[in-house]
Nanobody
Framework: QVQLVESGGGLVQPGGSLRLSCAAS????????MSWYRQAPGKEREQVAL???????NYADSVKGRFTISRDNAKNTVYLQMNSLKPEDTAVYYC????????????WGQGTQVTVSS
């Protein structure tokens, strides 16, 4: 199992950008799926972006063309570049890791707040 620590959240004006980082306590090389989720007040947690071990990427329709997920296995870090931010992107953003097969695990970070407001 790995521990995940998110960083990079903050307050940004509409149209601005932020880059979130998710640092893992161990190697992410064999982690099958790394994802970013978000949860706004009063709403369910939703998946924003996913990147697989093989490099397959999926995005929620609401962020396509604006957000980019990437992983740096050498640094054991996953990133979420967020551009053209909107007020509706305001939420706590969580990093999630899933490993299947041998020694499976499912880990969450503690979350980082992103607030988009003028």
């Amino acid at each position: 199992q790995v521990q995940l620590v998110e960083s990079g959240g903050g307050l940004v004006q509409p149209g601005g950008s932020l880059r979130l980082s998710c640092a893992a306590s161990g190697s992410i090389f064999n982690i099958n799926f790394m994802s970013w989720y978000r949860q706004a007040p009063g709403k369910e947690r939703e998946q924003v972006a996913l990147i697989s071990k093989s490099g397959t990427i999926n995005y929620a329709d609401s962020v396509k063309g604006r957000f980019t997920i990437s992983r740096d296995n050498a640094k054991n870090t996953v990133y979420l570049q967020m551009n053209s931010l909107k007020p509706e992107d305001t939420a706590v953003y969580y990093c999630h890791a899933v490993k299947v097969g041998a020694r499976p695990f499912d880990s969450w970070g503690q979350g980082t707040q992103v607030t988009v407001s003028s």
